[in-house]
């Protein structure tokens, strides 16, 4: 009966820590399916822009321009958008620079700076030609902004957000967005 006690002495703790073993190993790879599961299902996407993944992280933007130059370096981003087809409005031009700026000041955490330029390329020569440019910083970045630009109709800019948004227009944008057909 001794014996029969001192096997039962070492096999109840032993069932009971294999019991115990069991539950935690099935808790534990529940948890790793929960957090193996979620990226899988929801890419990770960084706040923080970089140089290294600028272009990935561009061309999540829904552009009806194509962006012809960017760069990123210590909080500034740089990017020239390009005119490609004579059919483009200025409407167009307007909601790529929301959404431009927006992205820039809403979506990342560490772009205080941005230089933007829409270009027309020359398609015979190549040339550039810059029809605006803007130099906007966070600070001053509010989100009603985007809103009033994108609800223009191929008109002028109000002179109030031209100002805050830091627009200057060339002499050849007029050029480019007036005519028949053109707003």
Do not use: C
Not at 77 to 91: H, Q
Not at 133 to 147: F, K, L, T, V
């Amino acid at each position: 009966m001794k014996h029969w006690q001192s096997v039962q002495a070492v096999l109840l703790p032993a069932a009971i820590a294999f019991i115990l073993l069991g539950l935690l190993m099935g808790l534990q790879s529940q948890a790793r399916y929960k957090v193996g599961a979620v990226p899988a299902a929801v890419p990770y996407h960084s706040r923080e822009l970089s140089d290294a993944g600028l272009v990935d992280s561009l061309m999540s933007l829904p552009l009806n321009l194509q962006i012809s130059r960017a760069d990123y370096e210590e909080g500034a981003l740089t990017l020239d958008i390009k005119l490609s087809d004579a059919t483009e409005t200025a409407s167009e031009v307007y909601e790529d620079i929301a959404s431009i700026m927006s992205y820039s000041f809403e979506g990342t955490d560490n772009v205080r700076q941005l230089y933007l330029r829409v270009v027309a390329i020359d398609r015979w020569g190549g040339k550039r030609y810059m029809l605006l440019a803007s130099n906007m910083n966070r600070e001053a970045w509010d989100s009603r902004y985007a809103e009033v630009l994108t609800q223009l109709d191929n008109e002028d800019v109000p002179p109030s957000v031209a100002a805050a948004l830091n627009l200057t227009f060339t002499n050849l944008w007029p050029k480019q967005f007036s005519g028949p057909g053109k707003g």
